[in-house]
């Protein structure tokens, strides 16, 4: 079974930072192109950040594009995404996704691509 557990959320100012961690199991983690989305109340679920299996090539949204920054250990199946000058119009459900395994290097910006999703972690952001 499937599991993505996310954690990190929470309250900060505007401005602040904030780290989250998605940990994974009964998945080929170091095969899972991973990505993060998020949604605000609302709206749509939308794409945040993306990494492709060993990490080496990323992609984000025009929105968060020098602020934020995904990652990835793959001897520990977690991957994070570094937040930092967060805006009053970011507070939103984070959700951590896996792509389905595959052999050559992917990442992707695609809802329809991730097979398995986390319940999400609440970050809240302050003026």
């Known amino acids: 079974q499937v599991q993505l557990v996310e954690s990190g959320g929470g309250l900060v100012q505007t401005g602040g930072s904030l780290r989250l961690s998605c940990a994974a199991s009964?998945?080929?983690?170091?095969?899972?192109?991973m990505g993060w989305f998020r949604r605000a109340p609302g709206k749509e679920r939308e794409f945040v950040a993306a990494?492709?299996?060993?990490?080496?090539?990323?992609h984000y949204a025009d929105s968060v594009k020098g602020r934020f920054s995904i990652s990835r250990d793959n001897s520990k199946n977690t991957v994070f995404l570094q937040m930092s000058s967060l805006k009053p119009e970011e507070p939103a459900v984070y959700y951590c996704?896996?792509?389905?395994?595959?052999?050559?290097?992917?990442?992707?910006?695609?809802?329809?691509?991730?097979?398995?999703w986390g319940q999400g972690t609440q970050v809240t952001v302050s003026s």
């Open positions: 996704a896996a792509a389905v395994p595959r052999t050559w290097s992917y990442y992707t910006n695609r809802r329809e691509d991730y097979a398995y």
């Open positions: 990494i492709s299996q060993t990490g080496t090539s990323t």
């Open positions: 009964g998945v080929a983690f170091s095969s899972s192109p």
